[in-house]
């Protein structure tokens, strides 16, 4: 019996920790992706998100504090994204960001969190006495 349940257990901690297979995926340029899952979930995530959370190393971040935080993007745009195998897309952003590569899971992640996500943000920005607008050039 304990073995019976621990296989269920294991197989409904499996199944949880798996996200919905995508089913579309729609860039709307320069400002937007549409992503839709097998689950019915349908997120889009304005450019500015998707560069802020970009899953790269980027040298334009800001070290405050030992904070890493992108700040100015508030008007960036994508310019094209492209496939990279089943399980992601790496997408190009105006700023010439490209390193990133957005797996579906990720997207899930950031769809599913976006709002608590962009909160987090903006009160991380507003600690840094930092803002989603450009610096202006002097």
Known sequence: MAAALGAVVRRLHTAAAQPPRLT???????????????DGSSFHLSAEFLRVYSPAADSKIRSVGGEKVIFGRRH??????????????????????????????????????????????????????????????K
Do not use: C
Request: glycine residues 6%; proline residues 4%; positive net charge.
């Open 24 to 38: 579309k995926f729609a860039l709307h340029p320069p400002k937007s992706v549409e992503i839709e899952f097998a």
């Open 76 to 137: 960036v745009g994508i310019m094209s994204a492209e496939s990279v195998g089943n399980y992601g897309v790496r997408i190009l952003f105006d700023d010439l960001h490209k390193t990133g590569i957005f797996t579906w899971d990720y997207l899930h992640h950031l769809g599913s969190n976006k709002f608590s996500l962009m909160r987090s943000y903006i009160k991380t920005l507003r600690k840094h006495s930092l803002s989603r607008d450009p610096q202006r050039k």
